[in-house]
């Protein structure tokens, strides 16, 4: 820290006036504090010169001197603007060449080499290194250096110039002179090292916030790992279980067809028993279902999904579909319409990974709509081909759309909701058609039903990122 409390307030007040595109880094910030500092403390010491230039007893010598004085101190003022315009090298040439002037002229006027104000000369170089930087620096140096010369020749050759011959006022401008030096050489000196310590200071607070904040994205990074290896356990964790459980499912299923197929051969009403072993097979083909979909999520995540890409019709695969769909859609009081519009020709897909993405969006869509219509529709021209299924059913707020393809998640998820399901049918849906290189757009409204449409590429080629998903409202 600087060890004066009153460079601190200084140094805190001068930032205030530092304009913002001169904060951009720590070099130019002090740059600017040293500025404004060296500037300030030149008009004070101008300022306070006034004094002696007063007592000066010659009256021409002592006008001379207030005006040259008050001219510079006016001018100087200038820097100020050229500071909050942003330009440093033009505020620190400023200032050197409105002193440079005042010092030549009171050299000039004062006899020369011999001048009380000629040692001011060498404040030049300091004043142009510290504000406009190394160059400049240099460069008044160099004139200082060639105007001493200059009027060291002019004096060798016996050029005769005025001449300070009262020995009081000699003694009083050197007084002021050498004061006037030393106060700004002082200044200078504290207000430097006042900025250097501030620097320091900023530079080891970023540092520590860099040190802070590169341990946080160690951390962040560890628990990134983390959950990338939890997830990684738990796809296997699921894929695994899943071929675990679908083996024993099967065989449950081929069982109770079995016994269905062996009571109604007996006969003998068993209608009852019948019945109860057809819920059993209901339930287990709706838990191979979901058992499926973990696995194809899982897989899809695991990027060991391979598709099987053939030859097909789309418009014969819809019709299938929709045979599959119409008891579920009468049982609902529904209308299932099928709109195949023109023959869209063959495709080259995976027909399996294509029926099961329109299976789920028809099935959803029967699910939540009652006493209304199912519209099942077929699009398509020479680079890809559409299916559209419309309902008019609950709707989907808009704020829950894109949660709708999360897995595990549901747009209701209270424990009262209507209407079950685990919540993966949409995400499968949606990796499906982004591996098959195609994208889902849902529009929906609630109240007034929902709109989802698939739009996959005529040719499957493998996609080069992952399709977004576009959602709106009607």
């Known amino acids: 820290m600087t060890d004066g409390p009153i460079l601190r307030r200084w140094l805190s007040w001068v930032h205030g006036f530092v304009p913002a595109q001169l904060r951009r880094d720590p070099v130019t910030r002090r740059r600017s504090q040293l500025a404004l500092g060296i500037l300030g403390a030149n008009l004070i010491v101008g300022s306070a010169l006034l004094i002696p230039l007063a007592m000066i007893r010659e009256h021409d010598l002592r006008a001379i001197a207030l005006v040259n004085t008050c001219v510079c101190l006016l001018l100087m003022l200038l820097g100020v603007l050229f500071l909050r315009r942003g330009s440093l090298w033009l505020t620190g040439n400023w200032i050197c060449a409105i002193l440079y002037a005042g010092f030549v002229f009171a050299t000039w006027t004062g006899g020369g080499v011999r001048a009380p104000f000629t040692v001011c000369l060498a404040l030049l170089p300091m004043l142009a290194g510290i504000i406009a930087g190394r160059r400049s620096g240099l460069a008044w140096g160099c004139i200082s250096v060639a105007t001493l010369t200059a009027v060291f020749a002019a004096q060798a050759r016996g050029v005769e110039l005025p001449e300070v011959t009262h020995p009081e006022t000699t003694v009083l401008l050197a007084f002021g002179a050498l004061a006037g030096t030393t106060i700004l050489l002082t200044w200078m000196t504290a207000f430097s090292e006042a900025t250097k310590e501030a620097a320091i200071v900023q530079i080891e607070q970023a540092s520590a916030q860099l040190a802070a904040a590169i341990q946080e994205e160690e951390k962040a990074r560890h628990a990134a790992d983390q959950a990338i290896a939890a997830n990684a356990a738990k796809s296997a964790f699921l894929a695994t279980m899943s071929h675990e459980l679908r083996t024993p499912l099967n065989a449950i299923l081929g069982y109770s067809e079995l016994v269905v197929d062996e009571l109604r051969d007996r006969g003998g009403g068993n209608e009852d ?58 049982r609902n009081n529904d209308v299932l319409t099928l709109d195949l519009g023109d023959d869209t020709g063959p495709v080259h897909h995976d027909a399996t990974r294509v029926r099961q993405v329109v299976i789920n969006l028809v099935g959803n869509a029967i699910k939540f709509t009652r006493d209304g219509t199912v519209t099942v529709r077929l699009r398509g021209d020479p680079d890809k081909f559409e299916v559209f299924v419309e309902d008019t059913g609950i709707g989907i707020p808009i704020d829950k759309i894109e949660r709708i393809f999360e897995p595990f998640t549901q747009v209701d998820a209270s424990s009262t909701r209507r209407y079950e399901g685990t919540g993966l049918g949409l995400a499968v849906c949606r990796r499906l058609v982004s591996l098959m290189g195609g994208a889902i757009e849902v529009r929906s409204s609630v109240g007034r039903g929902s709109s989802f449409t698939v739009r996959l590429p005529r040719r499957y080629t493998i996609p080069e990122h992952t399709a977004s998903v576009t959602t709106s409202a009607f």
């Not at 598709?307 to 819809?318: G, M, Q, Y």
């Open 273 to 330: 028993l019948i019945d109860d072993i057809r819920k059993v097979h209901a339930s287990g083909r709706h838990l191979l279902g979901l058992i499926t979909d973990v696995l194809d999520l899982t897989r899809i995540e695991a990027s060991r999904l391979e598709l099987s890409p053939t030859d097909f019709e789309p418009a014969r695969l819809l019709r299938e579909v929709a045979e599959i769909f119409i008891p579920l859609a009468l």
